[in-house]
């Protein structure tokens, strides 16, 4: 990282695809966006406090403010000394951070966030919802509908997800059987949707609900545990 201290402020260079342009950082001082370099890959310390969609991480007395997916921030708790994966996004009037449980994640959602139209918060959601693996599966499978459902994205941005991502999978060792699994686990999303859907439950909170269900029970005793869950809130 290239910075050079002045009494005024910190500048700092950064690269990012397909943005090049300069923001200013003060009335005299910019930052040249045509240079980037990644401040962050991972912070490791302890949870200060967390919020409805973010966490305080204290490290080496500094709080970060880390805006994480739910089901990630379910299973952080208070005083715990956690590893998260980060990712700087850079705005013009402020610089945010979005924190993964997992390397893959983080990777898969530099990916999402670089398509047109869906940014870092859709990217977050999505991968908070919904598994890489059925991820890849859905758009293989054209399958615009899992997207919209499950996501909550509109038509547009899945077709976008599926045009931009269907290049970038690529055919691993044993993907067949993976595939099939995949596939199993989103016909099994549209039905435990349809099921609550006709009980009543709105999008929103059958979005909620979904990733709390432990993924290795038969379906209809996720439905019935997604019920029980929905019945308590």
């Known amino acids: 990282m290239y910075t050079n201290a002045t009494n005024k402020s910190i500048r700092i260079a950064y690269?990012?695809?397909?943005?090049?342009?300069?923001?200013?950082?003060?009335?005299?001082?910019?930052?040249?966006?045509?240079?980037?370099?990644?401040?962050?890959?991972?912070?490791k310390g302890i949870i200060a406090?967390?919020?409805?969609?973010?966490?305080?991480?204290?490290?080496?007395g500094v709080g970060y403010e880390i805006y994480v997916g739910k089901t990630f921030l379910d299973k952080l708790k208070i005083n715990e000394e956690v590893k998260i994966f980060v990712y700087l996004y850079l705005k013009?009037?402020?610089w945010d951070l979005y924190g993964?449980?997992?390397?893959?994640?983080?990777?898969?959602?530099?990916?999402?966030?670089?398509?047109?139209?869906?940014?870092?918060?859709?990217?977050?959601?999505i991968l908070s919802l919904v598994k890489i693996e059925n991820l890849e599966r859905a758009v293989l499978d054209n399958d615009i509908n899992f997207l919209t459902e499950v996501s909550g994205i509109g038509k547009k941005n899945a077709q976008r997800?599926?045009?931009?991502?269907?290049?970038?999978?690529?055919?691993?060792d044993g993907s067949t059987e993976s595939?099939?699994?995949?596939?199993?686990?989103?016909?099994?999303?549209?039905?435990?949707?349809?099921?609550?859907k006709k009980l009543g439950y709105s999008q929103e909170q059958i979005k909620e609900v979904v990733g709390k269900i432990k993924h290795d029970l038969p379906l209809e005793e996720k439905i019935r545990e997604a019920i029980k869950i929905l019945s308590n809130d």
Do not use: C, H
């Open 15 to 43: 690269y990012e695809y397909g943005y090049p342009n300069k923001r200013f950082v003060d009335s005299d001082k910019f930052v040249d966006w045509n240079y980037v370099i990644y401040m962050f890959y991972f912070l």
């Open 49 to 60: 406090t967390k919020d409805k969609n973010f966490v305080v991480l204290e490290v080496a």
């Open 92 to 94: 013009q009037d402020s």
């Open 100 to 125: 993964f449980e997992k390397e893959s994640e983080l990777k898969y959602f530099k990916t999402l966030n670089n398509i047109t139209r869906i940014g870092p918060k859709i990217a977050l959601k």
């Open 161 to 172: 997800i599926i045009l931009e991502l269907k290049e970038k999978i690529s055919t691993r």
């Open 179 to 196: 595939g099939k699994d995949s596939a199993d686990d989103n016909k099994e999303r549209k039905t435990m949707f349809e099921a609550l």
